[in-house]
């Protein structure tokens, strides 16, 4: 039986890192090719040694796909591609393929020149890189060679991500990546067709999390800077450049269009304000309202959002900040946080998760004194809240789109062991299908039942449609006769009489024959004309004909009589029937064996 | 070139063969115009090439048949469909036998056999579909036949096994719209309609499963009861791969779950039995989480209009088991109420405070939700807006019907306050309004509304006003909440002001008892210190409407007011009575003897009783020349004037009686005059002032004809009456002078016994019957005669009674912006345009989009009509509209400020421009009636404003 084998190199039982290899139909494809955020040694990219040990991979990948820009899901990318090298195609969609460069420009910024570390690729192998991406659009079928079709769909989750649809023959495999069931602020929910594919590889972030609405969310968060602005505080918000912070800037810009309000709001500039502008671009990959009003006015474009500058923050009177990075650790959100930290009016918001160690993770957990370098200390005094918002799918929401893409068989990947356990559960009673949940290295295999095609011939069908009988139904099998050739990868059924044609051989024909004795006192030709009309009587709707050279001619079947020398009563008949008419002549050799009936003249 | 010679030919050829059918044998004589189908026939004949004929046919299509002439033209287009071997000829010839039977005045019975017929030789499955899509109709034109039913279903039957699936999808059509209710008698070979459309189900082409559900939908429809086994099949298609397969089997499943709300159904894998209705309302409530939105709008608005479902499983749909980690977590809606209950209000302060609480069992949790559950929270988070409406307006239907629902769902519609797009946060506002009378609001869910005030569109404030209006609070920290809230809002927005103060009145008086302890807080009194007067104009004054209206119900509230919130409420009562209510005041006297503090509900029979009475005592006025009639009249009229103003309900009818009695008075006065005995030259003075009285009975006639609703033929009978007697009166008048011809008037006449004969009964003794009696010598004889007679009639015909009808509205136009108080004038720079907002309350207006006009009178006597449009209409409330619009002014140059006037006017759309509006010639001399425009009844006062034009930069 074919399989399909699916191997993580990292995200397997884990988050980050995310890279998965799959093999199906004989084709090998990387899916996404990740880094991992927590390790800054080897580990930090996926163990490549695993394809192949020595040389480069293009002989043993078909395709890589990314499935969107975030850096676990893309950040080795150059070093696969330019350090161990592969020159195959990169499949991503257009706005992965526009925000990627600068977010692997942005990390190598990080690493090499402010940590130092050398060996890592450079500028021009992240270019070098991008140059091997195909861009991809929505609901485009692309082949990647004769056999192997991809096509995206709608995710969710960041600008342009995209679940991906892998089809090999009739055996398919889905990729989730990252995605988003509900919609929020700037971009739409994730959908896809009934495509049931053998495989739906999806991410398990929150496998056993249900989510509140994210109305509610967004109200509180309104509600909280409203709440500071009217007091005339300052508030922060401490973001990572992109994802979330545009999805945070349209709903207060679009607050401060409805309310009326005159506070400035302010975004730390950067690499957001390139970011932004594919954000602007990249308005189809968007979410209804902003796409719908686009004619109008961009979203993207602010009206109220300016671009932030140092001195700014001691402007008096309210004001909002977006400052990077998100977890208060250093940069420009740290210098502001601790010239507002003393003002009980003002407010940080921290919108996301906050790592341990962080200063965004000690206020958090309500440390109001703070220890600085140099021994100082910070008086915490602002108020602190937290706001989350995430946008991976919920357990309600994997469950759901397992129920619009009614898989086959199912593997979670990109999340926590143990929570995994739990959904693999849920999913295996929910909807009675396999669920595997491979660890890095470990390769989960899967046996599909392709159906295979073949090609048939129309005269065979025709004839079959002549034979009569109700009109073809795909829903039921039927059975009929032909021949099957194999020829060169293809399959073709045809007439017999075509395949004997087509291979030069020459028809052999099988015939039976068979002795019945019977009694009978008649002479032979009465005998005869007896078995005719027994015949005749018994079956209705058949050719029977008697033939003057003594046989009886049923459709193509013969029968003989012909007495024994020593007992005229005991006759043995004859019958012979071709292979072909095995049915009918089987049923007439045990019908004859039940002797004539007496009654008959 | 070529082509017109061509079609020159044709037409010459058709001609002849015109003559040639003309002299044909007898058969062909039942074409009475044979000259279109011989045409067809020629061209048909002509056609060289397929593509020919289909053209032929294509320009034959565009133009009318006559019904005489449809048969024929069917006979030719059939025999040349036989002959034809291009499928796409016999389609259009198909296709235009079905639209040729549409033909009024056809009865397409005729070419049924023969369209029939058609079918057994045709081998295009397009053409077949086409032919049963053509019999269709012609079943469809023949209702009451039966008989030709009954062979179309034979033949729909007999094509439903085709291998098209356009064939079998016409079939279906076919049997949905035809298929017989009641099962043929003693046919034992046709089988249940229903249960051969059922087979379709399961068909291998979604358009024909689609098109078997549409089939069975459309005999429900039609009235035929569907099976219960239906259901069963039509729950399976609502896992269907198609999208529109699924969206027919949600109507299905509710169609079926309508008519056995009752009946029980098992539950699969299990032993427990449910009612339909409740599981048909889980399954749709699955669809809501549907893959295509088409099907999600189709299920959230279906959802609503299933009110028999049971509570338990309504409540369901709002419910949403949130965990963290395997850990039960408490909602946001959850954890507010809590931190309500425990007195703390603020909410999500702490990090992780919404940190999950008791441990879950992994096998208790139900991820994907079996039934009902939370297909709401679903459908109003969901991506598409359309969506979010239909589950808003779902959630509105159930609610109302079940209080206990609209409990529930209160956190959820207060959280769509918040949604993205506008149209969804004022549906949503709307739908709080209509269910609040089932709900209180806690204060932290109010503080979430009243963050909605600051909203910049007005729509949203004035549904938000709308809504405060008819809420319910809890606490008295609610109701301080709301009216400080209402203060910023006046406060950022000046133009609500008439909106806020509606709105704190009806807080005011629906809370008394929660507004009594604030009183004195809000007025500012103190129980040992005088505290200063306020000045009149401050905001805080607006508490007034809102204690003073509380006052009403709250006996012990006056006693808390000082000495100037007595004055204060003397001035307020003039001043915006609408707003104050009539307080019973300890000490003093009643200030308006009409104030009518005890006319209860009571009064409206005895009002009227009172308007009844005043009209009978009219009606004894026989004569027109009788002593103190006119005094009579006066008397009436006056009184039913105070009525109106004194009894809004009857105003409308009173009002008219009034207008109608002075018309009447008017024309009694004008006949009364002595001048008709006076020579010529004498009574040119008395004319004018008789002439003024016609015309004003004329303009008035008008006015009781458009703006009054609620008419019925009998008194507009009446109005025209009173009409023709002004006129009369002009034409006598007119003949005085100089001579005129009364052939106008005649037509008049004439045109009114046309419209009103089936009430000249009624109109005995009157000037029309007697007018009509003398018609025959009236029309004969000379002009000066014919004046004469006139005249006699005119004032020996007696007062005309007047039937009220039940109910009767007068349509008014109040203009709230512009004041017209302003002294500020408008600026701007001449000779460009200045936009002017109008805010106007139009009630009892019938089609006020295209009735309503604003009419802007320049100060140089111009005057203008503006169309507003139709978007600027708002509908909040029956009999009520709100215009809000802009008008453009501009004016050249001039130096000083200049007032405009600004006023709605109607424009009546029954009769366009009413004859004679503007007066017979006679009317010459007389000043023109100022600010009204030919053809239009204002019906608002005039506002002025003044604009000043800036002087012009060189």
């Known amino acids: ?99 990627c460069p600068i977010l692997l420009e942005d990390f190598r910024k990080i690493t090499v020149d402010k940590k130092g570390e050398t060996n890592f690729f450079t500028s021009q192998m992240i270019k070098d890189c991008m140059k091997k991406v195909v861009p991809l659009n929505l609901h485009q079928t692309v082949q990647v060679d004769d056999e192997l079709e991809i096509k995206a769909y709608y995710a969710g989750h960041v600008l342009g991500a995209a679940m991906v649809h892998i089809k090999v023959g009739s055996e398919s495999v889905v990729y989730t990546g990252d995605y988003n069931m509900t919609p929020d602020r700037h971009l739409g929910a994730a959908w896809i067709d009934k495509c049931r594919p053998d495989i739906l590889i999806s991410e398990s972030t929150y496998a056993t999390t249900i989510r509140d609405s994210k109305r509610c969310r967004e109200r509180d968060f309104l509600k909280k800077v409203h709440e500071t602005i009217e007091r005339g505080g300052k508030v922060l918000i401490p973001v990572f450049a992109l994802g979330r912070a545009q999805e945070l ?104 998760y906050c790592v341990q160690g962080t200063i965004g993770h000690k206020i958090l957990n309500g440390q109001r004194k703070l220890e600085m370098e140099g021994r100082a200390t910070l008086d915490v005094k602002l108020q602190v809240e937290y706001m989350s918002f995430s946008a991976h799918a919920d357990a309600k929401g994997i469950m759901q789109l397992i129920r619009m893409a009614e898989p086959r068989n199912m593997l979670l990947v990109h999340g926590e062991a143990v929570k995994m356990e739990f959904l693999k559960g849920k999913i295996e009673q929910e909807f009675s299908i396999d669920c595997y949940m491979p660890a890095n290295g470990e390769t989960a295999t899967v046996t599909t039942n392709p159906s295979v095609p073949v090609d048939i011939s129309l005269n065979l069908l025709k004839r079959e449609m002549a034979l009569g009988g109700p009109l073809p139904d795909p829903k039921k099998p039927r059975t009929m006769h032909g021949t099957l050739i194999m020829k060169e990868n293809s399959l073709k059924l045809v007439s017999s009489e075509q395949a004997l044609k087509e291979l030069g051989l020459n028809e052999h024909q099988l015939r039976f024959t068979c002795r019945v004795q019977l009694q009978d006192p008649h002479s032979d030709p009465d005998t005869l004309h007896r078995i005719y009309t027994h015949l005749k009587s018994v079956l209705k709707g058949y050719t029977i004909q008697h033939l003057p050279d003594g046989t009886v001619m049923v ?12 007992d005229t009563n005991a006759k043995v008949l004859l019958l012979s029937w071709s292979y072909q008419d095995e049915d009918l002549g089987s049923f007439l050799s045990t019908l004859l064996k039940k002797g004539l009936p007496s009654g008959l003249c | 070139m070529a082509a017109h010679l061509k079609k020159r030919v044709y037409e010459e050829f058709s001609k002849v063969v015109q003559v040639t059918h003309e002299e044909a044998p007898a058969k062909k004589l039942r074409l009475s115009k044979p000259s279109k189908s011989a045409a067809l026939h020629v061209d048909l004949c002509k056609a060289s090439s397929s593509t020919d004929a289909l053209q032929y046919l294509l320009t034959f299509s565009r133009k009318p048949v006559e019904a005489e002439s449809v048969e024929g033209v069917v006979r030719i287009l059939l025999e040349h469909y036989y002959k034809e071997t291009d499928s796409s000829v016999r389609l259009k010839i198909a296709s235009l036998l079905g639209l040729l039977s549409k033909t009024p005045g056809f009865s397409p019975d005729c070419i049924v056999d023969d369209a029939i017929n058609t079918l057994s030789s045709e081998k295009s499955h397009q053409v077949l579909a086409q032919l049963l899509d053509s019999l269709l109709v012609i079943g469809s034109q023949l209702p009451e036949s039966p008989a030709v039913r009954l062979r179309l279903i034979e033949v729909a039957y007999k094509n439903l096994s085709d291998s098209s699936f356009g064939v079998r999808t016409k079939c279906l059509q076919l049997l949905g719209c035809l298929g017989l209710l009641e099962a043929p008698l003693g046919k034992d070979t046709m089988r249940d309609v229903q249960s ?50 699924r969206s027919a089997a949600v109507q299905m499943v509710w169609v079926l779950s309508q008519l056995y709300p009752e009946s029980i159904v098992p539950i699969p894998s299990s032993n427990e039995e449910i009612r339909l209705v409740d599981d048909a309302f889980g399954k749709i409530s699955h669809m809501v989480s549907d893959g295509s939105w088409m099907v999600r709008v189709q299920a959230a608005k279906t ?15 709002l419910d949403k088991k949130l965990m963290s980690d395997l850990r039960r977590k408490r909602t946001a809606h959850e954890r507010a109420k809590e931190l309500f209950a425990s007195g703390e209000f603020s909410s999500g302060r702490k990090w992780a405070d919404d940190a999950p609480k008791e441990k879950l069992d992994t096998n208790t949790v139900n991820l994907i939700a079996s039934g009902a559950c939370g297909a709401f929270v679903h459908g109003l988070e969901d991506e598409m807006f359309e969506v979010r409406n239909a589950a808003v307006e779902a959630l509105c239907q159930l609610a109302r019907s079940s209080p206990s629902f609209a409990e529930k769902c209160l956190d959820f519609l207060v959280d769509m306050f918040n949604d993205e797009i506008e149209e969804v946060r004022l549906q949503s506002i709307h739908v709080l309004r209509q269910i609040s009378t089932h709900i209180t609001l806690r204060e932290d869910q109010l503080d979430t509304v009243l963050a909605v005030l600051e909203d910049s569109s007005r729509d949203i404030r004035e549904a938000l006003h709308e809504l405060l209006c008819f809420t319910n609070v809890s606490t008295k920290e609610c109701i301080q909440l709301a009216l400080l809230e209402l203060l910023k809002n006046l406060n950022k927005y000046p133009t609500d002001r008439s909106s806020v103060w509606k709105c704190l009145k ?51 509230m006056p006693a808390l007011f000082s000495d100037h919130t007595f004055r204060h409420y003397a001035y307020l009562r003039d001043s915006l009575s609408h707003l104050v209510p009539p307080l019973r005041l300890p000490g003093r006297k009643q200030v308006y003897g009409l104030d009518s503090v005890d006319c209860g509900s009571g009064s409206v029979e005895s009002a009227q009783l009172f308007l009844q009475q005043s009209l009978n005592r009219v009606s004894t006025i026989q004569n027109l020349e009788a002593a103190g009639a006119p005094e009579l009249l006066d008397l009436t009229i006056r009184d039913l004037q105070r009525l109106g103003e004194l009894q809004t309900e009857l105003a409308g009818a009173a009002d008219f009686c009034a207008t109608f009695l002075r018309c009447q008075l008017l024309l009694m006065k004008a006949l009364q005059e002595k001048l008709w005995n006076i020579s010529v030259p004498l009574i040119l003075k008395q004319n004018i002032t008789v002439t003024a009285a016609a015309q004003q009975v004329l303009d008035e006639s008008y006015k009781l004809e458009f703006l009054y609703s609620g008419l019925e033929n009998r008194q507009v009978a009446t109005i025209h009456h009173v009409r023709l007697q002004a006129k009369a009166l002009q034409l006598i008048l007119a003949a005085r002078t100089r001579h005129g011809s009364c052939e106008k008037f005649l037509q008049d006449v004439e045109s009114f016994q046309r419209l009103f004969l089936t009430e000249l009964p009624h109109l005995q003794d009157s000037f029309v019957e007697k007018l009509l009696e003398l018609l025959p010598r009236l029309s004969s004889c000379k002009p000066v005669e014919q004046v004469k007679i006139l005249q006699t009639t005119l004032r020996q015909s007696g007062l005309l009674q007047l039937r009220l009808p039940e109910q009767i509205h007068r349509a008014t136009a109040t ?109 010459d001399g007389l000043p023109a009636c100022r600010g009204t425009v030919e053809g239009t009844i204002p019906f608002s006062k005039h506002v002025k404003v003044f604009i000043m034009p800036k002087p012009a930069r060189r």
């Open chain 1, 1 to 99: 039986m074919p399989e399909i084998n699916v191997t993580p190199l990292g995200a397997g039982q884990d988050v980050g890192r995310s890279c998965i290899l799959v093999s199906i139909g004989g084709k090998n494809i990387m899916l996404d090719c990740g880094m991992h955020m927590g390790y800054n040694d080897d580990r930090r990219f996926p163990d490549f040694s695993y394809i192949t040990q020595n040389g480069r991979l293009t002989d043993f990948l078909d395709c890589v796909i990314i499935s969107h820009f975030h850096l676990d899901h893309c950040g080795a990318l150059p070093y696969m591609s330019e350090m161990v090298g592969y020159d195959g195609p990169i499949y991503m969609t257009h706005p992965t393929k526009a925000i």
């Open chain 2, 303 to 317: 959802l609503g209009s299933m009110l028999q479902v049971s509570p338990h499983f309504l409540e369901q749909t």
């Open chain 2, 506 to 556: 009806f807080l005011g008086s629906r809370h008394p008892t929660l507004v009594l302890p604030l009183v004195p807080e809000l007025l500012s009194t103190h129980p040992y210190f005088d505290t200063p007067e306020p000045d009149m104009d401050d905001p805080t004054l607006r508490f007034w409407f809102w204690s003073l209206n509380a006052a009403t119900s709250c006996p012990t």
């Open chain 1, 249 to 352: 800037c349209i709903l207060l810009e679009t607050f401060w269009e409805r309310m009326n309000l005159k506070a400035p709001i302010y975004f730390s500039t950067g690499l957001t304000e390139k970011a932004n502008h594919y954000y602007k671009l990249f308005i189809t990959w968007t979410n209804q309202k902003i796409r719908k009003t686009f004619v109008q006015r961009n979203m993207f474009e602010f009206k109220h959002i300016k671009a932030f500058d140092r001195s700014y923050a001691d402007n008096p009177g309210p004001m909002v900040v977006f400052a990077t990075p998100g977890m208060l650790h250093a940069g420009q959100s740290l210098q502001i946080f601790k010239k507002w930290a003393g003002n009980e009016k003002n407010m940080v918001i921290m919108p996301g």
């Open chain 2, 815 to 923: 203009i709230i912006e512009p004041t017209g108080e302003s002294d500020n004038p408008l600026r701007f720079t001449s000779g460009l345009v200045v936009a002017l907002d109008i805010d106007a309350t139009l009630e009892h207006v019938q089609d006020p989009q295209n009735s309503v006009k604003v009419q802007v009178l320049y100060p140089d006597g111009q005057s203008h009509v503006i169309h507003p449009k139709p978007a600027d209409f708002r509908k909040p409330g029956p009999n009520r509209h709100r215009l809000i619009t802009q008008v453009y002014l501009s004016h050249t140059a001039w130096t000083g400020e200049a007032c405009f006037h600004l006023a709605a006017s109607c424009w009546p759309t029954a009769p366009p421009a009413p004859p004679g509006w503007d007066g017979p010639d006679a009317m």
């Open chain 2, 196 to 245: 051969i459309i059922s087979d379709y189900f399961g068909d291998q082409d979604p358009r024909v499963r689609t098109a078997a559900l549409k089939a069975m939908l459309q005999l429900h429809e039609r009235g035929m009861k569907i099976h219960q086994i239906i259901y069963d099949q039509a729950c399976r298609l609502l896992s269907d791969d198609y999208e529109q397969v």
């Open chain 1, 555 to 566: 459709e193509s079947i013969v029968i003989k009589v012909s007495s024994s020398a020593e």
